[in-house]
Every structure is written in structure tokens, then in C-alpha cells.
């Protein structure tokens, strides 16, 4: 369907069009009449469908047709609120929100933690239309008194399975009891738990039901793969995939923090450009760790499940499980960073035998079962090396390719002449006998 045909006021089509769209998703086709009708929407879609702008072009259309542009700044009530897991997906969707309505004389803002909340605070008392915000960001505003949500008409929760996962749910509790006044629902997900059917019992009125997508599947636009390898021998599986496949702008998720900085660490080691975001870096370092990835200054980016969670980077050839993750469920996250709108996309998965059960819960969800690759070279019959100690505690120290950079080293150290000071002490050594 052409964007055309779905009626939205003229300046919100000159913006969409200025960003390329031409015809709708199908979350877009079907969510937006629905929400139109101002009814309270439970909505499941694979992840790079174009959920955000399903939900946000009609909630800005409704506000559009009905705010006074005489009105001063000063004078704006939060009319739309937009709940999000993450600050990277906040300021996605805050980007979102800005573009589509830079024709039209709405405001709109973004709050989330991490960085410092003063100016936060200017900008919700300058007055808003449309707030992005975190749960415990935004509590932290209402708590100060920062923030007024007695006008909202439109609440979304954006990936509510992930913020449930995250531990949210007394926040989006606490937030939805300081709305009061009667309002439209908006859950969004890309799967369809037990829990979020709880949530939305809890939240919803009445709501109408969209499941785009089969739930918990995977798109077809993305080839995925398994590789069999020792988990020491994993990190020179990637180094050799990507060096050999000459790969560029590949998204590595690790399991925790700490394994991140050291899988950056040995990545750089091997002559492979690497920027990490996890949640131990300040916003400002993921940012830019964020942008020397999209502009191509660094090969991969390793991030956890947590930092990655809504990072939209536009036509990302590559994801890579380094880790798989401990919930099924986030492995159609991780791989729907690419394959995004149309686009194919590749995923492979580094598995040892201590991944198995992950794997088959993974396998379980999805409803298909994977070949286990084996790299020649890689096979975890044949006997290690003494330098690959079996042991999940310590990263390999060496690799194939970093061994022979070390011993071409050694040789053209040996033929290095030597220094001045060591020919005058040698001469003095012969003199005296």
C-alpha cells in the first residue's frame, strides 16, 4: 500500500516522503487504521518492520489535527508518551518522532538516564507534545515534580517484552497509575511471552489484537548459521571469518560486560578495528563508539544484549552470537538488528558444547533446527594446541594468524642491526682480551 493512500495530513506526507518511504510495512497497513480509531492495540512484528513509525505517524496525525499553532511553547501538555527499555532505543525513536513532524508545529523530547538531568528539566518545563522517555528515568522527573503527565492521550510501551525482562514492570506500574485520565493504550512487541499477555490483561481496555509476523520467528531476509568450535578457540573463528570474508560493519554481541572489553581487546590484537557499548560506558563512549561504526572507522562493534537493544543501524550486513543468549527470545532481537526493511542480512552463531541447551531452546522457538557447521581446522575431536588451554575463564592468548605476526616479527628483530652503544661496548670487550 503507497503512503499515499492512508490519508495522513498533508505536512506529515511531505516528511514521510522526505525519508524515502513510499509504501507501507505491513504492521503499518494494519496498526495504523486501528490506532486511528483510538481503541487500545496489542501488537506483535519482527523487529526492522516499522513498528515506531506504525505507532508514532498516527499519534502525531491525531495531535497535528488538533493543536492550536498559536499556542506558545510555554502552554504545551505532554499529549503522547512513549515508553522505551533503553536509552539507545529512546533516543531512536525521539529521532523518529523529530523527523516525522519537522513539518508540523509540534514539540517533542527525549529523557533518559545516564546523563544529567538539568537540562532534561529545562526542556520538560519549556513545554513538549510528545515525550520519549525510560521508566526509571522518567519516575526520577515525577518524583521532583519535573514533569506533568495529567494531559497524556497516548501511551506506548515500545518493546514491552524487553522491558518486562528488564525488571520494569513496578515502574510502568507506578507510571501508569499517575495516568489517570482516560487514554489510548499502545503495546508493542516483537513477541507475544506470558508475560506481556499479562501486562496487557493489567493495562489494555478492550484492546484489539495485530500479530503481523508468526510469533517468535525470525525473517527471511537473514541467513543464519551455526558454527561447531571450542569455546577458546572462538574468538580466531571470527578474527578468520571476517578477515578471510573481508567483512565490514559486524555487530558481535557478548554474553556480559567483562567478556566484551576482552573480545574488543583481542579483536584490536588482530589487526581488526573494534568499538565496545556496554552499560559500563558513559553515553558519550557508546555514542561514539556508535558512530565510528556506521561511518566505516571501525570494523565491529561488540555490544551486550542491554546496550544494543534498539540500535538502528541502517542496512547492517552482519550480527555474529558470539554468545548466545541466555533467553531464547533475545536471539530474534539480536539478528533482526540486520535484515531490516527489505534488506538481507547474514547472522552466524559461534556455539560450543556448553551452548547446546541454548541452542535447542533457540531452535525450540523459532521452529527450526540448525546445521552445525564446522570451519576445517576447527574440529573439536582433533587435540589443541598447548596455547589453547580449555578453560572459559581465560581468552586465548594467541591465534593462527597472530602467532605467525609474532614470529615474522622475531626474524626481522634478528636481523635489525644493533645499536650504536652495544658495537662501541663489544669493541672494548675484544680490545681488552
Known sequence: MSVDAIGLSANLLKAVKACGYKNLTPIQQQA?????????????????????????????????RNINPDVEISGRTIKALILTPTRELAAQVAENVETYSQFMPIKSGVIYGGVNMPPQKTMLKSGIDVLVATPGRLLEHLNERNVDLSHVKHLVLDEADRMLDMGFLSDIEKLIEVIKQKHQTLMFSATFSNKVKTLAKQVLKTPKTLEVAKQNST???????????????????????????????????????????????????????AALCHGDKTQG?????????????????????????????ADLPYVVNFHLPFLAEDYVHRIGRTGRAGKTGTAISLVSPKDERFLENIEALIGRRFERIVAPGYELDRPLPPQYKESLDEPVKKNRYRATQDKNQAIAKKKQPKPAAAKKYNKKIKKKR
Open 219 to 273: 525473517s527471511g531476509k537473514v541467513k543464519q548459521s551455526v558454527y561447531w568450535v571450542s569455546e577458546t578457540r572462538k574468538r580466531e573463528l571470527l578474527s578468520e571469518i571476517i578477515g578471510v570474508n573481508n567483512w565490514k560493519q559486524v555487530l558481535v554481541f557478548a554474553g556480559t560486560k567483562e567478556s566484551a572489553n576482552i573480545l574488543a581487546k583481542e579483536l584490536k590484537l588482530d589487526g581488526i578495528k
Open 32 to 64: 495504523i487504521p486501528i490506532i486511528r480509531t483510538g481503541v487500545d492495540l496489542l501488537a506483535s512484528a519482527q523487529t526492522g518492520t516499522g513498528k515506531t513509525a506504525a505507532f508514532t505517524l498516527p499519534i502525531l496525525d491525531a495531535i497535528n
Open 285 to 313: 563512549a557508546r555514542n561514539r563508539a556508535l558512530e565510528e561504526f556506521a561511518s566505516g572507522k571501525v570494523r565491529v562493534l561488540v555490544a551486550t544484549d542491554v546496550a544494543a537493544r534498539g540500535l538502528d543501524i
